[in-house]
């Protein structure tokens, strides 16, 4: 190479490498979002956190489903798509080691009856909700917190609401819908 080219080829890696970073930073808002709490108060003992991005639902899915006994409203039909069923297949394996108690009322559907075929833990149950009855957000109840996830491609949303007496309300009504079922 030219002596005199010499500084304009450094010129030109030192560009190419100034625009990758700032095409970094520029990225990085958007990706940190996905993990992002778009909002969180608390007042007392009362605390809600909202979470958007499928990253940070799952995340928070999984925290929930492995921290300990809960009971759940959910679709099957909804959330278990895809590679998610062998997500599942593989919580369900974690549970079936762990034992914690599991309630789950699930929309009746053709990935309810899937789901209930992996099922080989003896504290987990599972009972269908009646035919053609909608229910778009799954709800955990969870060591006192209120879950709510929702599952839409990019319109995801996960809420998490810590509050005794809301917690206790929920509860009531799982079980009477469980009774009832």
Request: charged residues 25%; aromatic residues 10%.
């Given at each position: 190479?030219?002596?005199?080219?010499?500084?304009?080829?450094?010129?030109?890696?030192?560009?190419?490498?100034?625009?990758?970073?700032?095409?970094?930073?520029?990225?990085?808002?958007?990706e940190?979002?996905?993990?992002?709490?778009?909002e969180?108060?608390?007042?007392?003992?009362?605390?809600?956190?909202?979470?958007?991005?499928?990253?940070?639902?799952?995340?928070?899915?999984?925290?929930?489903?492995?921290?300990?006994?809960?009971?759940?409203?959910?679709?099957?039909?909804?959330?278990?798509?895809?590679?998610?069923?062998?997500?599942?297949?593989?919580?369900?394996?974690?549970?079936?080691?762990?034992?914690?108690?599991?309630?789950?009322?699930?929309?009746?559907?053709?990935?309810?009856?899937?789901?209930?075929?992996h099922?080989?833990?003896?504290?987990?149950?599972?009972?269908?909700?009646?035919?053609?009855?909608?229910?778009?957000?799954?709800?955990?109840?969870?060591?006192?917190?209120?879950?709510?996830?929702?599952?839409?491609?990019?319109?995801?949303?996960?809420?998490k609401?810590?509050?005794?007496?809301?917690?206790?309300?929920?509860?009531?009504?799982?079980?009477?819908?469980?009774?009832?079922i």
């Amino acid at each position: 190479i030219a002596l005199r080219l010499i500084p304009k080829v450094l010129e030109n890696h030192a560009k190419i490498q100034f625009n990758d970073v700032k095409g970094a930073l520029r990225a990085m808002p958007q990706e940190l979002s996905k993990f992002a709490i778009k909002e969180k108060f608390e007042v007392g003992g009362f605390e809600v956190r909202t979470i958007e991005s499928i990253e940070a639902v799952y995340a928070q899915l999984e925290d929930s489903l492995l921290g300990g006994d809960f009971c759940a409203i959910f679709n099957p039909q909804l959330a278990l798509k895809g590679q998610i069923k062998d997500i599942v297949i593989d919580f369900l394996k974690q549970t079936a080691k762990t034992r914690p108690l599991i309630r789950e009322i699930a929309v009746a559907g053709p990935t309810t009856d899937w789901y209930k075929r992996h099922i080989h833990n003896p504290n987990h149950f599972v009972k269908k909700w009646p035919d053609g009855k909608k229910f778009p957000t799954d709800t955990i109840l969870l060591k006192g917190s209120v879950i709510l996830l929702h599952y839409e491609l990019r319109n995801e949303l996960a809420i998490k609401v810590t509050h005794p007496e809301f917690y206790q309300s929920m509860t009531t009504i799982f079980e009477a819908l469980w009774e009832s079922i």
